[in-house]
């Protein structure tokens, strides 16, 4: 008996406790609920009655050192644990930078083209993109039997009568006209929406950019000068444009405003279909019915209005060949903008 509680301690002794793992190996061997010291005390009833208090101390005096084996390795360990984590810590190293984010490539193009209008006296205007059907169309101009919404596949909310996601921000002017009253001069970006299939080209979700101007006398070529002037802004002081005779239910005259692109690569061939023209907008002067519809005197007050796209400027300004990049919010992708 007494030498077993003898090899019990000198294994004790010599156990290596090293770090936590160790530590814990320890406390199970020796102070956990089933460690090889508690045995002993059941071994006690076969030593002789007068040994038996002797053993019993030696037995305790076992368990009491175990205890306090453990408590001085646990807490060395610990506290170089701590000091390992403290030295770990270079209190003179330099910060990590700061992740700068970056704008999306359609908000730059868009808020470079809202500050050049902003410049000549257009003010912002935003509008909902969940229309009615009258300020996307029927006021408009575009009664429900009319060919020019074959133009514009609509989304129509499933639910709600005559609901739809707008289609145009031309939705915006009927919205300013029947609120505001002349002079109007109003810039209105964002987003619009047509049952179109995705494609590199086309996407059900793009953004446009709405120019309104009305006031009294304002006249086709006031509008040309206004186009003139962003073109100038947006593609260079030399650029060379054109206007096309075209057709808007809401406009009369319409025209759509071409910029030359030249035909010098491949990729100019591409992109202005071989004709080395560009076409950005369509525009005209505001229709006397649509400013009745909306509330406005159209024997007092005339006016112009244009609607462009920004995805395509964006496309060309960054050199993109795919729509779909703006909308997959691929990091790789926006990340590049960061400088912007
Ligand atoms: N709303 C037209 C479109 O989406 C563009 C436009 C706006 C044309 C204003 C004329 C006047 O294509």
Request: glycine letters at 4%; charged letters at 25%; hydrophobic letters at 35%.
């Amino acid at each position: 008996m007494l030498d077993k509680i003898k090899n019990i301690k000198n294994q004790m002794e010599a156990f290596p406790i090293r770090d936590i793992e160790s530590l814990e190996q320890f406390r199970i061997a020796y102070l956990g609920s089933k460690n090889i010291i508690k045995p002993l005390f059941k071994e006690m009833k076969q030593v002789p009655a007068e040994e038996r208090k002797a053993f019993g101390q030696r037995i305790n005096e076992l368990k009491q050192r175990a205890t306090a084996l453990y408590e001085a390795k646990r807490a060395t360990i610990h506290q170089a644990k701590s000091k390992d984590q403290a030295q770990s810590i270079d209190l003179s190293a330099p910060g990590y930078p700061h992740r700068i984010g970056s704008r999306h490539p359609i908000r730059i193009v868009m808020e470079k083209l809202v500050r050049i209008f902003e410049h000549i006296g257009f003010v912002v205007a935003e509008e909902r993109e969940i229309e009615d059907d009258w300020h996307n169309f029927t006021a408009m101009h575009t009664p429900d039997d009319h060919p020019a919404r074959d133009m514009q596949d609509t989304f129509y909310l499933q639910d709600a009568k005559d609901m739809l996601l707008r289609t145009h921000t031309s939705s915006v002017q009927s919205r300013v006209m029947e609120t505001q009253k002349p002079p109007i001069r109003i810039i209105a970006p964002g987003r619009v929406y047509r049952n179109e299939t995705i494609s590199a080209r086309s996407h059900c979700q793009f953004h446009q950019i709405e120019g309104l101007y009305i006031d009294k006398n304002v006249s086709f070529a006031d509008m040309k000068q206004t186009l003139f002037y962003y073109a100038r802004a947006m593609y260079g002081a030399d650029v060379k444009l054109r206007l096309r005779p075209s057709y808007f239910p809401f406009t009369e005259p319409s025209a759509e405003l071409d910029v030359y692109w030249g035909l010098e690569s491949e990729d100019d061939y591409r992109i202005t279909k071989g004709t080395g023209w560009l076409e950005v907008l369509g525009c005209g002067m505001v229709d006397p019915q649509v400013l009745t519809n909306c509330g406005i005197d159209p024997e007092i007050y005339s006016g112009f209005a244009f609607g462009m796209g920004i995805e395509r400027q964006a496309m060309l300004q960054y050199k993109i060949n795919d729509i779909r990049m703006f909308f997959e919010n691929d990091v790789r992708f926006l990340q590049q903008f960061a400088a912007e």
